[in-house]
């Protein structure tokens, strides 16, 4: 029983960091449309 709780556990946690990895990357990509619009607001295009 303790093995199979582990067991669902660690997939929980794995699946849980992937998904906030790729939230992190997402969020990541967002920062940097905001700077190019900035950079380019900035160089009057």
Do not use: P, S
Not at 25 to 36: F, L, M, P, Q, S
């Amino acid at each position: 029983m303790k093995n199979k709780i582990f067991g669902f556990l660690t997939v929980f946690t794995f699946v849980f960091g992937l998904a906030a990895c790729n939230t992190m990357h997402g969020a990541g990509e967002d920062v940097e449309e905001a700077g190019e619009a900035v950079q380019d607001a900035a160089d009057g295009e």
